[in-house]
């Protein structure tokens, strides 16, 4: 029974660090897009130039993932923050196969990676548990 019982704070502790390394690189790869988008980096203005709804919603964008990578890593909203990075990852989808045809992959691996982070920090019913 013992040996079960390490077995399974063994499991539960892989999954907690698994959980935090899988939120950390996906804000990092925020955070790094935003600050592209922030800065002016020239693929990014010509990027959002090709998209043609203005350079405004590139800031947009690139606030909107700041935003979206800092809740990401606070557990109280690592839900929001990766709901709020899947609509970002949705409106590159959508400009990918659009005006930028551009390659999908990418956009759809961070959005399964999102989608998996966002079931990990999922709300629970605490009155259910109890």
Do not use: Y
């Not at 203005?45 to 909107?64: D, K, P, S, W």
């Amino acid at each position: 029974m013992a040996h079960q019982d390490q077995l399974a704070k063994r499991r539960l502790r892989a999954s907690v660090v698994g959980a935090w390394a899988l939120k950390i690189a996906l804000a990092a790869v925020f955070l790094l897009a935003a600050a592209a988008k922030l800065a002016g980096h020239p693929k990014m203005v010509a990027e959002f130039g090709l998209i043609g709804l203005g350079q405004g919603l590139r800031i947009f964008t690139g606030l909107v993932e700041v935003a979206g990578a800092l809740l990401l890593l606070w557990p109280r909203t690592a839900f929001v923050g990766a709901v709020i990075l899947l609509g970002v990852c949705a409106g590159a989808f959508v400009a990918q196969v659009g005006p930028l045809h551009g390659d999908l992959a990418h956009v759809v691996v961070l959005a399964l990676l999102l989608a998996l982070a966002a079931w990990l920090a999922r709300p629970h019913d605490r009155r259910a548990a109890a």
